[in-house]
């Protein structure tokens, strides 16, 4: 990975690009087979490449007992549950809403932090975070064209949960890298864990004829191996290179770009239509994270006086 900011910068402008589309990719795979076989096939496809660069990094890696309890609890929850609840999701509610939805991951994981793991919780992040579902609750309850306001199904409410349980998961991840285990390690046995998971959880509910019935068409599979080793996998090696050289804070920042990448993707590959309602709010979601971001200001003394 390159070292300069420069560099680092663009490494996380195309990551955010990448996890931006990947909300269209996935939707377009579902479009293809079932939202769970695509998450069956993609996600071991991601966590293959991942476990190449430990073994090229580390090794044969072998976590602690205890460490291997929360990489199963990481793989099942924000790998395995994930995965299927935002595969089906995707499938059933437009690009614009999941990506909206989506974009509260950082200010849910603020919040649920504050609670769990006593971290601050300061006014910024009580605003961002009022804006930020302000803006959800526009989408969720709006369905029609033309923005007019009405009851949503139970589809915005599925994304809601897929968003809480990738937050779950890296609370739990957080708890593990507390412990001397190189992030690069989580994120690959983690993945291949949920992988795991999710074809056993196939196999019990279709049975192993359904992966002759996989058909797919030389654009599908270019945009499978796009969405599992370019998104999911180098993706995010790329996000965690940036925690490591800017610091989780400043890295998190550049999420508040993945709902414009989404619904462009949307309107372009998908034919989607955006209304008045999902841009303001999308302003008032963006609006939430970038609030919400902003550190309480420390109090310098100088000559003890306070400045």
């Known amino acids: ?20 589309l990947n909300v269209v990719m996935i939707k377009f795979l579902t479009q293809q087979m079932s939202p769970i076989l695509v ?44 995965q299927l609840l935002l595969g089906y999701g995707v ?3 437009s690009s614009a809403n999941a990506s909206l939805i989506l974009a509260l991951n950082p200010l849910t994981t603020a919040f ?24 959800v609750v526009l989408v969720v309850f709006s369905k029609s064209s033309d923005g007019a306001i009405e009851f949503s199904l139970i589809e915005d409410v599925i994304m809601l949960v897929a968003m809480l349980t990738y937050v779950i998961g890296g609370l739990l ?10 992030t690069l390690v989580v994120t690959a046995y ?19 004829s359904v992966y002759g ?5 030389s654009t599908a599979v270019l945009v499978l191996f796009l969405s599992a080793w370019g998104a999911t996998a180098l993706g995010t090696v790329g996000w965690n290179e940036g925690i490591k050289q800017l610091g989780a804070n400043r890295t998190a920042m550049f999420l508040n770009g993945m709902p414009f990448a989404s619904m462009f993707g949307g ?10 309602i999902h841009i303001f709010a999308l302003i008032l979601t963006t609006l939430g994270i970038v609030i919400g971001s902003i550190p309480k200001k420390k109090v310098i003394l100088w000559n003890n006086t306070k400045i």
């Open 1 to 20: 990975m390159p070292t300069g900011k420069k560099l680092i910068y663009l490494i996380l402008v195309l990551v955010v690009l990448l996890w931006g």
């Open 39 to 82: 998450a069956a096939i993609r996600i071991p496809l991601a966590g293959i490449v991942l476990l190449f660069f430990v073994l090229k990094k580390y090794g044969l890696y072998n976590p602690r007992k205890k460490q291997w309890g929360l990489l199963f609890g990481i793989g099942l929850i924000s790998v395995c549950l994930h």
């Open 91 to 93: 499938s059933v509610t």
């Open 112 to 135: 649920l932090a504050s609670i769990f793991v006593e971290e601050k919780f300061t006014r910024n992040l009580g605003l961002g975070i009022l804006l930020g579902f302000a803006g």
């Open 173 to 182: 991840i957080k708890k593990l890298l507390e412990t001397p285990i190189p």
């Open 190 to 208: 983690s993945t291949l864990i949920g992988g795991i998971l999710l074809n056993l959880g196939t196999l019990v509910s279709f049975g192993p």
């Open 213 to 217: 019935q996989i058909h797919l068409s």
């Open 267 to 276: 309107v372009v590959f998908l034919d989607e239509k955006i209304a008045g």
